[in-house]
């Protein structure tokens, strides 16, 4: 099966400092997803990266707390800036392969602590 | 607002018995459910699904359940193994391939 990678796996972070997370996927998709899970928390989706066009938010994350790139069809980056303590989560890429509706495919996901 | 609720953080089972997590949502949109399970430092692999057309699906030891008009779904595990024992997301979808995730329930199966 197709294999997701993200990196960093974990990181212990300085408030006010910025974090990339890079997501690489081993065969060309047209859409990622950005998910972050809280302590204790559901998933919840950050935004959508569409190669060549800019990232889709959703309600409540803006760009320039989480800028995300999407340089071609096999990579993206999430970046978690100016971070606080709140922003303490698991930060997850995911994609659709087409292994029917609805069904992604998650990386293993990073997990940020910020201190 | 919480679409997807899953109201028991935990559940532990005796290994061989038969688990069952329970999962509600409130958006009458929602047309597919899936079920994920997730490892300590893994991401969520996906599980079972089901379309809302269905009110059962099965595979193997797994089988999911789907009352509309209650708007809950449920997902059977028999019998229950010890490698079962994770963390269980309920998710529903539109059909635009974003998920709303439930907070999970943590499956603990005793030998």
């Known amino acids: 099966s197709a294999v997701i990678s993200q990196k960093p796996s974990r990181d212990i972070c300085q408030r006010g400092t910025s974090l990339t997370i890079q997501c690489q996927v081993d065969?060309?998709?047209?859409?990622m997803f950005w998910y972050r899970q809280q302590p204790g928390q559901s998933l919840t989706l950050i935004a959508t990266?569409?190669?060549?066009?800019?990232?889709t938010y959703e309600s409540g994350f803006v760009i320039d707390k989480f800028p995300i790139s999407r340089p071609n069809l096999t990579f993206s980056t999430l970046t978690v800036s100016n971070m606080s303590p709140e922003d303490s989560s698991i930060y997850l890429c995911?994609?659709?392969w087409g292994r029917g509706a609805n069904v992604l495919t998650f990386g293993a996901g990073s997990r940020l602590t910020v201190l | 607002d919480q679409q997807v609720k899953q109201n028991s953080p935990s559940l532990s089972v005796q290994e061989g018995r038969i688990s069952i997590l329970n999962c509600d949502y409130t958006?009458?949109?929602?047309?597919?459910f899936l079920w994920y399970k997730k490892y300590p430092a893994e991401g969520p692999t996906f599980l079972i699904s089901?379309?809302?057309?269905?009110d059962k699906n099965e595979d193997g030891r797994f089988t999911v359940f789907l009352n509309k008009s209650a708007k809950h779904l449920s997902l059977h595990i028999v019998p229950s193994q010890p490698g079962d024992s994770a963390v269980y997301f309920c998710a529903a979808g539109d059909g635009a391939q974003k998920l709303v995730f439930g907070q999970g329930t943590r499956l603990t199966i005793n030998p």
């Open positions: 990266a569409n190669q060549g066009s800019e990232a």
């Open positions: 065969s060309q998709v047209t859409m």
């Open positions: 995911s994609v659709d």
């Open positions: 958006n009458s949109m929602f047309d597919y």
């Open positions: 089901i379309s809302s057309i269905k």
